[in-house]
T-cell receptor
């Protein structure tokens, strides 16, 4: 079945450090890939997405490139801020059925802690 | 736009009881999915509703059931609650024409004691 594997956290960084959170996937079809962020006590917010190989998703200084050859979608940010502290989830979605509806398969999440 | 709204925000139930959680999708969205997020884990797909029918279902027992109303809002029902049902329950909505992008609500925190 479909699955997503993320690096375990917590990832602890100082402000302005470079961030990488690794994500690899296994899928039977041609998935779209997503990064969601969850702040303490809140639901999930879509951070960025990529729908086909070699696409780069970007938002708020975060970016990730869909690498089909390595089945990866690593999240990067050049300079993190304290406000980036949250849990980050990598997810995939494979369209299913004639009407194209789909569901999300999530990784276990990676907690990011940024100190001043 | 109110986004995806869920109620209640927190709930405490006793083992063996039944619970109903509610979700109103984002304006313009007609597909609703429910997820269970155990503490320290990623969300797990429970089921998805479109046109008032269950379209897909994850690996959850029949104790978990749902409903979608003509206004696209949805309910999640869990019968015979177990301690292991304690989790954050998330509702996500999406428009059918962009079905791979889901917007999530804040969730309902269910504690079973």
């Amino acid at each position: 079945g479909d699955s997503v594997t993320q690096m375990e956290g917590p990832v602890t960084l100082s402000e302005e450090a470079f961030l990488t959170i690794n994500c690899t996937y296994t899928a039977t079809g041609y998935p779209s890939l997503f990064w969601y962020v969850q702040y303490p006590g809140e639901g999930l917010q879509l951070l960025l997405k990529a729908t086909k190989a070699d696409d780069k998703g970007s938002n708020k200084g975060f970016e990730a490139t869909y690498r089909k050859e390595t089945t990866s979608f690593h999240l990067e940010k050049g300079s993190v801020q304290v406000s980036d502290s949250a849990v980050y989830f990598c997810a995939l979605s494979v369209a299913a059925g004639l009407s194209g509806y789909s569901t999300l398969t999530f990784g276990k999440g990676t907690m990011l802690l940024v100190s001043p | 736009d109110a986004g995806v709204t869920q109620s209640p925000t927190h709930l405490i139930k006793t083992r063996g009881q039944q619970v109903t959680l509610r979700c109103s999708p984002k304006s313009g969205h007609d597909t609703v999915s429910w997820y269970q997020q155990a503490l320290g884990q990623g969300p797990q797909f429970i089921f998805q509703y479109y046109e008032e029918e269950e379209r897909q279902r994850g690996n959850f027992p029949d104790r978990f059931s749902g409903h979608q109303f003509p206004n696209y809002s949805s309910e999640l029902n869990v019968n015979a609650l177990l301690l292991g049902d304690s989790a954050l329950y998330l509702c996500a909505s999406s428009p059918l024409d962009r079905n791979t992008e889901a917007f999530f609500g804040q969730g309902t925190r269910l504690t079973v004691v």
